[in-house]
């Protein structure tokens, strides 16, 4: 926490988001006008997290999609999608699988994607196909220093084309009773000692620590915002409702007087805010002692960064709260950079709110309907967070569309709400990037 303190404060230049992640900066960048123009119809980039056995997002598989039934977009329109997101830029960063067929790599130009962590997944030939062309396509992903995965139906491929290409495997959990599962990984394991496993269509928090307990490296599945039932429910911790309330107020511009009140519940909140305060960072010649001061010294602005991120810290935090942090901030950064050109900064403000509470029921562990129970809220933002209505709700149904790549939801709500696909692509690939940075520099 003190090392982003210690880059919030520094005053220097050299962070690429918005100088630094958490800057409520009076004009942000306009989301209508990041998108260069396009030469195929506009795609909806599905992006979904790979998470890994200490359950950060390790990468994403991406795939575009045109609105209509949510079919893949063709080879040209992929490609264009994958360039105009910056894959090459991610996977300096984190892996990113990308689909395609040996066909689709001998006819474009794929090169330009290719980074320190690219991986694509490429499909098996079918009977009719030349096995020839595919292998030459294998030895030419790899030697332009992109790494390959094969889908699970390899597994049964008399071909040898595990040993022969892949460096990852694509192994179905849903498609195996537990038995058949653990026998297969043996297998892989004993066969291809080197090779990786991703374990898809993971649906559920156990089944992703069962696949890790069992050698998997990677996992993908809409686990990432379920609840987790092993989760013992309980009370919200009372340093997490007291954050929450916090926020709510500066939220409302309220007397900071009344925030230091709030923050006085809990003991544990006191010291942090009074540490924020004595950083060597801000230059202060005598200590701050007191919560009251403390708050006057630090602000609105630096108060409610930190307490965008303590929220999602405090009390008994684990791997999986880090992973809904990032989840949360991107949501919220979405919403609040898609609101810019329509809404005033007060309802960008509660977008940003929106998007970053949508994940509490997930965090906790118990409804959303409990969570309201215990945190002050305006009506129209508990109405949007228990069930998407009133004016905001729309704005959090385009945000999940666009995380899940319903393209077919994503075109409609965009529509409705007055957005381009261009626009909304190029606000969801800025707020992915804003939230992983703001992780970063906060760990």
Known sequence: MFAFIKKLFAGQGEQRINDDPFARRESLPSAVDVAPPRQSPPAVLQRDEIIDARTRIAGFRLSARLPGAGMLADPAATLE??????????????????????????????????????????????????????????????????????????????RGLIADVADLLLVDFAGYALAGFEKALRALHA?????????????????????????????????????????????????????????????????????????????????????????????????????????????????????????????????????????ALARGRFLELLGQDKHDKHECDELFLVGLLSLLDCLLGVPMAAVLERIHLAPAMKAVLLDSSGPLGRYLLLAIAVEKGHAENVARLAGQLGYTLEAVEATALEAIGWAEEAVRLSA
């Not at 050698?215 to 987790?228: K, L, R």
């Not at 809990?266 to 942090?272: A, N, S």
């Not at 007191?290 to 010294?297: L, N, T």
């Open 191 to 327: 066969a291809h000692p080197g090779l990786q496993l991703i374990a898809e269509n993971v649906a559920r928090w156990p089944e992703h620590r069962y696949c890790m307990a069992h050698g998997v490296a990677y996992c993908i599945g809409p686990f990432t915002t379920a609840q987790d039932e092993e989760q013992a429910p309980g009370e919200i911790a009372q340093s997490r409702l007291v954050l929450i309330e916090m926020l709510n107020l500066l939220r409302r511009d309220a007397d900071l007087v009344d925030v230091t009140e709030v923050a006085k519940r809990d003991p544990g909140v006191v010291v942090k805010v009074v540490a924020m305060a004595n950083s060597p960072m801000l230059g202060r010649a005598q200590t701050v002692a007191s919560i009251d001061q403390a708050i006057m010294v630090l602000g609105r602005e630096q108060l409610y960064r930190w307490l965008s991120i303590g929220m999602f810290r405090a009390g008994a935090a684990t791997p999986r709260d880090e992973l809904l942090l990032e989840m």
């Open 81 to 158: 999608s994958l360039q105009t997101a910056g894959v090459a830029t991610l996977a300096e960063r984190r892996l990113t699988l990308i689909p395609l067929t040996a066909g689709d790599w001998h006819a474009r130009n794929y090169r330009p994607l290719i980074g320190p962590n690219t991986v694509f997944l490429l499909q098996l030939p079918a009977g009719d196909d030349d096995p020839a062309a595919w292998r030459a396509a294998a030895t030419a992903i790899h030697a332009a220093g992109a790494r390959i995965a094969l889908p699970g139906q390899a597994i049964d491929d008399a």
